[in-house]
């Protein structure tokens, strides 16, 4: 279902209601990704959605809503971070494996992966997860990072050459 903004805008219960319903789970998964603390993520979510609602007015009806929001999310959370200095990585996952060899495999591949991607830069780990599970592009990554979509074109390329690299020389 689409989200009508100028309905969001105007205070619309129903139309707050569908948003809250349709990103709930995305925006705790990311950040989840961030702070790793599972009741956390869901209290950074939580004000998120309040501080959404409290300054509705301030969403441009032009721009992407998810966008806006996991850019309240990622404030929030890194604010929470800063306080209390706690280390910000990410956990990717491979899934649809089925033997029980497979089964070790991609437990062995996701630990070589998560030490990959957790020993990038932050902004290429925020910038890689909003790109690969959140299916934003970069003009909504740009908006969520506070960067330019240029920049973020840079940052994902840099990202992917020194995961590709590191992983190619992880497995050899």
Do not use: W
Not at 47 to 67: M, P, Q
Not at 83 to 111: A, D, G, V
Not at 117 to 140: C, D, F, G, S, T
Not at 161 to 168: C, D, S
């Amino acid at each position: 279902m689409e989200i009508n903004v100028e309905l969001l805008k105007q205070g619309d219960n129903n139309e707050f209601e569908s948003f809250v319903h349709n990103y709930r789970l995305s925006a705790e998964n990311f950040a989840m990704n961030i702070v790793h603390d599972n009741y956390l993520a869901q209290d950074i979510v939580q004000d998120s959605f309040a501080k959404l609602y409290v300054y509705r007015d301030r969403i441009d009806k032009n721009k992407s809503i998810k966008s806006y929001f996991f850019s309240i999310i990622k404030n929030k959370a890194i604010d929470y971070i800063r306080k209390s200095k706690r280390e910000m990585s990410l956990e990717f996952e491979i899934i649809n494996c089925s033997s029980p060899e497979n089964i070790i495999l991609k437990q062995e591949r996701n630990e070589l992966i998560n030490e990959t991607i957790n020993r990038l830069k932050p902004i290429q780990r925020y910038a890689i997860y909003l790109y690969v599970y959140e299916n934003l592009n970069y003009k909504e990554i740009a908006l969520v990072l506070g960067k330019t979509e240029k920049q973020i074109k840079a940052i994902i390329y840099r990202a992917r050459k020194k995961l590709k690299t590191k992983l190619i020389v992880s497995i050899d």
